[in-house]
């Protein structure tokens, strides 16, 4: 069982992410997610702090929660991005598609819809060219 803990705080939620987001746990997320749209407001952050690894399937599930949140005029941020994750974002470009910040509880302060222009831990050498990345 992929843990999803949901933390709700008066500046939003933070969805903490355990182990391996794959094909398998997606599921787990989907319904945490789905939870949250229907009952919460205001902006969702992802906690990665704990995330050991993430594939394609873990990538279309925080896309999806994405698309969904902006959907109801929410905000999605992820946060804490461990040095693979971080990785694997910046080759997708996500990391510039979604708000990345270095800890949960910097992405529900007030100026948190603004994106990060790096992600930490991230060299900018090693991003994928933008002809290359999903949108």
Known sequence: MFPVDVTRTPHGVVLTLRGELDFNSM???QEAALLELAEGTGPVVVDCAHLSSCDSSGISALIGLSQQLAARDRDFHVAALPPPVARLFALTGLDEVFSVHP?????????ADSRTSQTPGVDDSERMPAEGRIA
Not at 105 to 110: E, I, R, V, Y
Request: aromatic residues 0%; glycine residues 0%; charged residues 15%.
């Open 27 to 29: 599921v787990q997320v």
């Open 103 to 111: 800890e949960a509880t910097a992405a529900l302060t007030p100026r």
